[in-house]
């Protein structure tokens, strides 16, 4: 049989050609890729793999999305991959994933709520069993009307949709308790002996660092101590965003703060590099306080006080859902747990 010479073009192998080199119908042939419901005689779908393998035949994963409608992909939104709270909440999903036959992809929304639209967009059209989206949600009521519509249409066309710390979004949820963790961070400092707190509150228009600034205020005003609103200072949610923030403070406000809580604890590690090079030592002369407990703090001296959140729970409970298929609690949330490490010694 003549070579096709290199100038030919080689037509790619099709779900007929497997049917046809099996002996059975292409109907067939499809219900043994594409996991129907209606089942395919072991004998006659060993068959079709074999030819598959024969004929080097490589399923149209997009194809078998649309005769299912739905695909084993976890299309896992993510502010930022580079953030270590967002790195391991991808990785414990994937295990999670892994263990229940699905696929996690992250995509990362660049806190950008335009971002988002564009990605559930383009999600939406790849037929994904499920978007969850991750990160603190945002004020801005226009474009998240505009969001929850795009949400909505995949609910409708059967894919599944949860938020995590998504307080903006009408949909099932897996929240950690932000607001609760700072309360009882803020108490847990006053009972220390604090009293001259400076709060890196992150970018305003985030849900996530709204419920920590009130709830850490909350915890303070338990203990009777106010927090003047001056002493809150916006700033990039970022590592990078923190320490800038610490080195644009006046010396006069650096001089009356005995405590920087940040609300995160990449921005805590930014404001204790940004504090260190302005000449002061941690905990001695300022204490710094963070929230989330990221795995990279074990390596961090002196180890930093934070809000501890199970990320392995909540990707337990979410990947779970998406597996069973099972509905969950619209709004379930996980309790979160204050970690005194040495970065706030007892004052008192």
Do not use: C
């Amino acid at each position: 049989m003549p070579q096709p010479s290199p100038g030919d073009r080689v037509r790619p192998v099709t779900l007929s050609d497997v049917a046809r080199a099996a002996g059975v119908s292409q109907s067939t042939a499809s219900r043994a890729f594409n996991g129907s419901a209606r089942r395919v005689d072991e004998s006659l779908k060993q068959k079709v793999l074999e030819a598959a393998a024969r004929l080097n035949y490589v399923p149209n994963i997009q194809a078998q999305a649309v005769a299912r409608g739905t695909t084993t992909t976890i299309a896992l939104l993510v502010s930022d991959i580079a953030d270590a709270y967002f790195s391991s909440m991808a990785a414990a999903m994937m295990t999670e994933a892994e263990s229940a036959g699905l696929r996690v992809s992250v995509i990362v929304t660049e806190r950008r709520i335009e971002r988002e639209l564009e990605v559930v967009r383009e999600v939406r059209g790849q037929h994904a069993r499920a978007i969850v989206l991750a990160g603190s949600g945002y004020r801005d009521a226009a474009l998240t009307d505009t969001l929850r519509a795009e949400l909505d249409m995949v609910v409708e066309s059967g894919g599944r949709v949860v938020t995590v710390s998504r307080g903006d979004l009408p949909f099932e949820s897996v929240d950690f308790d932000n607001a609760g963790g700072a309360r009882q961070l803020g108490a847990s400092l006053a009972r220390l002996g604090y009293r001259d707190f400076l709060v890196l509150a992150g970018e305003p228009d985030l849900v996530a660092t709204q419920d920590r600034v009130a709830g850490f205020r909350a915890g303070l005003q338990d203990a009777g101590i106010d927090l003047d609103e001056s002493r809150v200072i916006p700033s990039a949610f970022s590592w990078e965003g923190a320490r800038d923030a610490v080195q644009r403070l006046g010396d006069d406000v650096l001089a009356t703060t005995r405590l920087v809580f940040a609300v995160n604890d990449e921005m805590a590690l930014g404001a204790v590099a940004g504090l260190r090079g302005r000449g002061f030592r941690i905990p001695e002369d300022i204490s710094v306080a963070g929230f989330d407990d990221i795995r990279t703090l074990r390596d961090v001296v002196p180890g930093l006080t934070t809000v501890h959140v199970p990320i392995a729970d909540l990707a337990a409970e979410v990947v779970g859902r998406i597996a069973t298929g099972v509905p969950g609690a619209a709004g379930t949330v996980l309790p979160t747990s204050v970690v005194l490490r040495d970065s706030t010694p007892r004052l008192n």
